[in-house]
C-alpha cells in the first residue's frame, strides 16, 4: 500500500541542511585535497607535503610516555564514562590563567572532543537557528559547515589583506539585529597573525556599541586553538582580556602536533554575565551533541599535557627559513607571529593554476581559494627540514615559470 504521507515529503534522500553542507564549494575542495592527501600516504612519499598541519617526524617521547603512563587504570572506574574529569579541567583553567593573566576556574572548563566540537558547542549555546554569524576571510574553511549545520546564517567579511588585521568596519557595518556571534582567530589560521591589544580593545568597543543598538547581546568565539604557538617572544592577547561575552575554544591537537587524538576545550571568563544560566545549556549540549567529551585515556593524560608543547623553536626556524629563502626569490610573504603556516602572495593571479605548478615539482600546498581569498597560497610548517630544502629548487622554478 503506498504511504499516503509520502506526497508531503522530499524526494531526495538527505535533509536539506545534509545537501546545503555538502554544496558548500570551499568545502567540497577541501574534501578533494583531503582525498588527495590521503591518496599520496599521508606524507610517506618523495614529495613535500605543506597543505595541512599533520606531523612529518615521530612524535615527542614525552608525548608518547603521557599516553602510556595514563594507559594504566589506577581503578576500576579508569575507562567508565567520563564528562567533564575534575583534574583536566583545574590544570586547563590554571594553565590558561597563567597566559592570559585572567583568573579561570576550575568550572569555567568545559572538556571537548578537540576544537571543533568546542566551537560547535559555542554557537549551539547563544544561538538559536536563524541567528547571523560573523566571521573574517580568510577563515579557516569549516566555520562555514559548522554555521550551517547549527542552522544558522554565515556573514563574511573581508581582512586587510596587507595588514592581515581584522576590518572592524566591515564586520560593523555586517551587524543587524540578527547578528549574534562574532568569530574572532588569533593566533590566525591561515595568515599567523597575532591580533595587538589595541585591536582588540576597539572590537570590544564596536560589539558593546553594536549589542546596544540592536537591543540584544552580541557574542564573542575566540579560536585559539594556536595560542601556544607564538614565536620571536611575543605575548599573546585574548578578546576575553578586553570583552567579558567571549567564550573560548582552545584544542590541544595544535600544542602537540596531534590532531587526531581529540581533545580541548570550551572556557568562559570569570567575567562572563549570566554564566550560570550557561552552565546547565553546556552541559547538556556536551550529552545531545554527541557525548562530545574527550575519551577516558585523554582526560587522565590531560593534566601532563599541559606541562609541555610541541618544539616552538623548531617552528620559528623553518619559518624563518623560508620567509628568507622565499623572499629573495621574489616572493611576497609576511613573516608570521604563529601558528603553523605561511600566507603567500601568489605571483600569479590564479592561486590554483600556482598551486598545480608547485605539484607538478612534487610540492603541494594549499590555494588561497580554499580560504575564500584568491590570490595567495598557504605553507604549512609542520612538514620536516629535508622537505623544505628539497623544495626550494622547486619554488625557484615555479617562480620563473610565473614571470613573463
Known sequence: MNDPTATSQTTSAVSDRAARLASIPSFQRVNAYIREYS???????????????????????????TLRDALAPQNDQWFAYQTNGEAGREAAAQSLHRLL????????????????????????????????????????????????????????????????DLDLDAIEAAITERTRVVIVNSPNNPTGRIYPPELLVRLAELMEAASARIGRRIYLISDEAYNRIVFDGLRFHSPVEFYPHTLLAYSYGKTHLSPGERVGYLALPPTMPQRDEMEPAITGLQVAMGWVYPNALLQHALPE??????????????????????GGMGYLVRRPEGTFYLYVTSPISDDEAFATSLARRDVFVLPGGLFETPGFFRISLTANEDMIERSLPAFEAAMKESRP
Open 305 to 326: 599535557l599541559e606541562k609541555f608543547t610541541i618544539d616552538v623553536g623548531q617552528l620559528q626556524r623553518r619559518r624563518d627559513r623560508l620567509v628568507d629563502v622565499l
Open 101 to 164: 593573566n585572567v583568573p579561570f576556574r576550575t568550572e569555567d572548563i568545559y572538556l571537548t572532543t578537540g576544537g571543533f566540537a568546542a566551537i560547535a558547542l559555542a554557537l549551539k549555546t547563544v544561538a538559536d537557528p536563524g541567528d547571523e554569524i560573523i566571521y573574517s576571510l580568510p577563515p579557516w574553511f569549516l566555520y562555514e559547515p559548522l554555521i550551517l549545520e547549527a542552522g544558522l546564517v554565515p556573514i563574511k567579511v573581508k581582512i586587510n589583506t596587507t595588514t592581515f
Open 39 to 65: 591518496a599520496r600516504g599521508h606524507g610517506q612519499v618523495p614529495g613535500c607535503d605543506f597543505t595541512f598541519g599533520n606531523p612529518h617526524q615521530m612524535p615527542a617521547d614525552r608525548y608518547v610516555n
